[in-house]
């Protein structure tokens, strides 16, 4: 085996142990996207949830008050008939 043979398999060798390292990092980060984009998913159903509770909660509060509004509006309506 030559030097020059020699040497180009050194360097192959070294190539290839950079190319696990690089795949190896790559792995790790794609699993770290996916915990990532899992936890993130959670958190906006969360999210969502709670807007459609308050939403729902809102919607009662202004039919509740639309109702004592009419109330009040159809006892000032009688008080103004009312003779002096």
Not at 2 to 23: P, S
Request: charged share 40%; hydrophobic share 35%.
């Amino acid at each position: 085996m030559t030097e020059e043979v020699r040497r180009t398999e050194i360097l192959l060798e070294g190539i290839r142990c950079d190319f696990r390292a690089v795949a190896e990092g790559h792995q790790i980060l794609r699993r770290e996207m996916q915990e990532i984009r899992s936890e993130l998913k959670g958190e906006i159903k969360d999210t969502n949830d709670t807007i459609k509770f308050v939403a729902s909660t809102l919607k009662d509060v202004a039919r509740e008050l639309g109702d004592k509004i009419d109330k009040v509006g159809h006892k000032l309506d009688a008080h103004i008939r009312q003779p002096a």
